[in-house]
């Protein structure tokens, strides 16, 4: 069944969905306006498919949140007006900053929602003869060289189906893939094909999921019946400015964006079943603390994993939100932390004008390109040729005793979901507010310290952080390093050596 769009009427690319609930009345809407304290979400109100949520953390903090949970607001057919906004977040007085620190007016929100992102649709195959090959798109003459490597990823012709999301140029991607087997010689047997988009933004494109995976079954079946696509195009596209520029960013332009484009990654929907945060948890373990260290130093990290592909992405994505900082104005002389999710051969020019990124790959002569990454992950195994980063690797009693809390942490959750039927609160919530609070205890210690009399890290400060004065000695120094802050001393104590 294909997904209904929560924005626009049913057109001829979507299926009949089934019946839906009634629409309540207007005085069942007043009996139930705002969510209880029981059910509200742990990180605040959060729009409808942007993430980004005011915190209660504070004024002026912003929380980027991954939502799992079907509110009122995002199950309807229209986005709501700024007054039925109010109505849905009752307690938004408590949580919203001051005027000047970080406000995000409503109506900008409601406008950049109704906004439709899809900027091409296309149809990838492979040919026994030429290999990948771009087979129809639209619009007809927008650049989508290489789009056929990055939208059927190498090594697929192993697995019947994947998805794969992407970068092209100043776009993002995804891509479904199916490999499907028929009785044909021309075809030596296996017929693979790939539908996908492009977008100005990787937050919205989780909604045309199940439309794509639903075309590329289609495709495989009937080749060339491209009307559905069509259809799809004519009512997504995206209206982009005359000169065609368009920047790579999930959020809309405003006040606040500067302050926070580097240090923070909007929602990002999940659609992996088992919950792409408790997998990433699982499968690195303790690792997960090296990984957050270097993405909060704004390292090159490259993914190696054979294909399927798709829970990979959710892995670069989730190494984002290590390094997420909700603190205005921390991090904007550093460079941007920009997921470029799956990339291959035809990417290494790009990546090599990268200061930094997290990508993913199923090419194994990417660990031959040593200057293209600074950190190489292959399955749970983490590690780099640079010397300075090497002591990185180890864990310090700091690590583990996160690591510990945070496996604490979401065993409670877990029990209390459980127990108590607590269908709100999620891992992805958990896990996001977990390492955003740490960060936020880091960099708010170094601005208290910056701003004393004497700006010098005792072993009382670092702690203060959540650091170790021993084990985290070289990693607070190279974060010296990486954020500027240079008028900072760290103590030559004992304890600190």
């Known amino acids: 069944?294909?997904?209904k769009s929560d924005r626009a009427p049913l057109l001829d690319w979507e299926e009949v969905p089934?019946?839906?609930?009634?629409?309540?009345?207007?005085?069942?809407?007043?009996?139930?306006?705002?969510?209880?304290?029981?059910?509200?979400?742990?990180?605040?109100?959060?729009?409808?498919?942007?993430?980004?949520?005011?915190?209660?953390?504070?004024?002026g903090s912003l929380t980027a949140a991954v939502s799992s949970t079907d509110?009122?607001?995002?199950?309807?057919?229209?986005?709501?007006?700024?007054?039925?906004?109010?109505?849905?977040?009752?307690?938004?007085?408590?949580?919203?900053?001051?005027?000047?620190?970080?406000?995000?007016?409503?109506?900008?929100?409601?406008?950049?929602?109704?906004?439709?992102?899809?900027v091409a649709v296309f149809v990838v195959t492979f040919d026994t003869r030429s290999g990948n090959m771009?087979?129809?798109?639209?619009?007809?003459?927008?650049?989508?060289?290489?789009?056929?490597?990055?939208?059927?990823?190498?090594?697929?012709?192993?697995?019947?189906?994947?998805?794969?999301?992407?970068?092209?140029?100043?776009?993002?991607?995804?891509?479904c893939f199916a490999n499907m087997v028929v009785e044909s010689v021309v075809e030596r047997g296996a017929r693979?094909?790939?539908?996908?988009?492009?977008?100005?933004?990787?937050?919205?494109?989780?909604?045309?999921?199940?439309?794509?995976?639903?075309?590329?079954?289609?495709?495989?079946?009937?080749?060339?019946?491209?009307?559905?696509?069509?259809?799809?195009?004519?009512?997504?596209?995206?209206?982009?400015?005359?000169?065609?520029?368009?920047?790579?960013?999930?959020?809309?332009?405003?006040?606040?964006?500067?302050?926070?484009?580097?240090?923070?990654?909007?929602?990002?929907?999940?659609?992996?079943?088992?919950?792409?945060?408790?997998?990433?948890i699982q499968f690195f373990g303790e690792q997960i603390m090296v990984l957050w260290k270097l993405a909060l130093l704004r390292r090159r990290i490259l993914i190696f994993s054979p294909p399927p592909v798709g829970v990979v992405c959710y892995r670069v994505y989730c190494c984002c939100c290590l390094a997420n900082v909700?603190?205005?104005?921390?991090?904007?002389?550093?460079?941007?932390?920009?997921?470029?999710?799956?990339?291959?051969?035809?990417?290494?020019?790009?990546?090599?004008?990268?200061?930094?990124?997290?990508?993913?790959?199923?090419?194994k002569i990417f660990e031959e390109k040593r200057d293209l990454y600074d950190v190489y992950v292959d399955n749970q195994n983490v590690r780099t040729t640079r010397e300075s980063l090497k002591p990185l690797l180890r864990l310090s009693a700091a690590d583990r005793e996160k690591y510990r809390k945070l496996t604490e942490q979401r065993q409670m959750l877990l029990y209390s979901q459980e127990e108590n039927g607590d269908c709100v609160s999620s891992e992805e919530d958990h896990f996001i507010l977990f390492f955003l609070e740490q960060n936020n205890r880091i960099f708010q210690t170094l601005s208290e310290v910056a701003g004393s009399p004497e700006p010098i890290l005792t072993q009382e400060s670092v702690r203060a952080m959540g650091l170790d004065p021993h084990g985290d000695r070289l990693f607070l120094l190279h974060l010296l390093e990486t954020y500027g802050y240079d008028s900072l001393l760290v103590t030559d104590q004992p304890c600190c050596s």
């Open 1 to 3: 069944m294909v997904e």
């Open 192 to 280: 693979m094909k790939s539908v996908g988009i492009l977008s100005t933004s990787y937050t919205l494109l989780y909604r045309y999921m199940s439309f794509l995976e639903h075309q590329v079954r289609l495709q495989l079946k009937t080749p060339g019946q491209y009307s559905p696509l069509e259809a799809f195009f004519e009512d997504k596209r995206s209206v982009l400015p005359p000169d065609g520029e368009s920047v790579v960013t999930a959020c809309p332009g405003s006040a606040w964006e500067a302050a926070l484009t580097h240090c923070m990654h909007p929602e990002m929907k999940i659609t992996h079943p088992a919950g792409c945060m408790s997998q990433f």
């Open 71 to 118: 509110t009122s607001l995002s199950s309807r057919s229209t986005v709501p007006t700024p007054a039925e906004w109010d109505a849905q977040c009752p307690d938004k007085d408590d949580h919203t900053p001051a005027s000047g620190q970080g406000e995000v007016p409503h109506d900008i929100m409601v406008k950049w929602e109704e906004k439709d992102q899809i």
């Open 326 to 363: 909700s603190i205005p104005g921390v991090g904007v002389a550093v460079p941007e932390f920009r997921p470029f999710f799956y990339v291959n051969v035809a990417d290494i020019d790009t990546l090599d004008t990268e200061l930094s990124y997290v990508a993913c790959t199923t090419e």
């Open 134 to 175: 771009l087979e129809w798109c639209l619009p007809g003459d927008m650049n989508l060289e290489g789009v056929e490597f990055k939208a059927m990823a190498s090594g697929s012709h192993r697995v019947s189906s994947d998805f794969i999301y992407f970068r092209k140029g100043k776009y993002f991607g995804l891509a």
């Open 18 to 59: 089934p019946a839906e609930k009634p629409v309540p009345t207007a005085e069942q809407e007043k009996d139930v306006k705002g969510p209880s304290p029981a059910n509200s979400r742990a990180l605040g109100c959060t729009a409808p498919g942007i993430g980004w949520s005011t915190s209660p953390g504070g004024p």
